[in-house]
């Protein structure tokens, strides 16, 4: 049998024809056949089923099945300490949703007239990317005092587009899963920072506070996740 697995590259030793990995599954001595890089663009199916699996991880999740760990559950106990949950409740009416969060907030949503909706709030997408902005301002603020030394930022001015295939929602016949993704495909445009007092923001210490943002927040990581592109540019708004 001819197994593949999915590794993260550490580093590469050119003199000495080394190659150091993390995340292996493999046995100890299996012989290695092939190595090939990872394509997200080919190489990624998010919405791909793995059959009953999918089911038996509903269940871990649920807490109705205990998780199998190689670590006797410590890890698995580690990370219930750590678990956030969010709830919302909603009741949709034709195309518009009215939705209250468990910490009091109203949320409406709605579709244009064309797409059958009456346009009385926000599409869901474009609550999705207003959830994107959220999360990366929040998420910047917490990383910029974290690092050191500490970049404090005053404020960020976002300015983000995105687009996906209509194909993946309309594509028919309806009883079939679409090959196109509804997903968002790209999302893209700029971050502008602007930092407190005098600070001398070197583009390292920028490219630090964009790259972790965009890998901590929660909605950015499920969006990459899923295979969308996120090309957001972090300027320094203070140097400008």
């Not at 197994?3 to 590469?12: D, H, M, P, R």
């Not at 993946?168 to 009883?175: F, S, V």
Request: net charge negative; aromatic share 4%.
């Amino acid at each position: 049998n001819i197994g593949l697995s999915v590794l993260k590259l550490e580093s590469v030793d050119i003199d000495k024809l080394e190659i150091r990995v993390r995340s292996t599954d493999l046995i100890h001595a299996s012989p290695i056949l092939d190595l090939k890089p990872y394509i997200r663009e080919f190489d990624s199916y998010p919405t791909a089923s793995s059959g009953w699996m999918d089911e038996i991880e509903k269940m871990e999740m649920r807490g109705d099945l205990p998780k199998v760990m190689h670590d006797g559950g410590a890890e698995n106990e580690e990370a219930l300490k750590h678990r956030k949950a969010y709830k919302i409740v909603g009741t949709g009416k034709g195309s518009a949703v009215e939705m209250t969060t468990n910490t009091g907030h109203e949320l409406f949503t709605d579709v244009p007239q064309k797409m059958g909706g009456t346009d009385t709030a926000p599409q869901p997408v474009e609550h999705l990317l207003a959830a994107l902005i959220g999360c990366a301002q929040a998420t910047a603020i917490f990383i910029g005092r974290s690092m050191k030394p500490r970049l404090l930022i005053d404020k960020i001015e976002f300015d983000v587009q995105a687009h996906r295939d209509a194909r993946g929602a309309l594509q028919q016949p309806i009883e079939i899963t679409p090959d196109i993704p509804a997903r968002l495909q790209y999302v893209s445009g700029s971050a502008k920072v602007f930092f407190k007092g005098d600070a001398d923001v070197s583009t390292e210490q920028l490219h630090i506070l964009g790259e972790q943002t965009e890998a901590r927040c929660p909605v950015a990581n499920m969006m990459m996740a899923s295979g969308c592109i996120m090309d957001i540019h972090w300027e320094n708004g203070s140097s400008s």
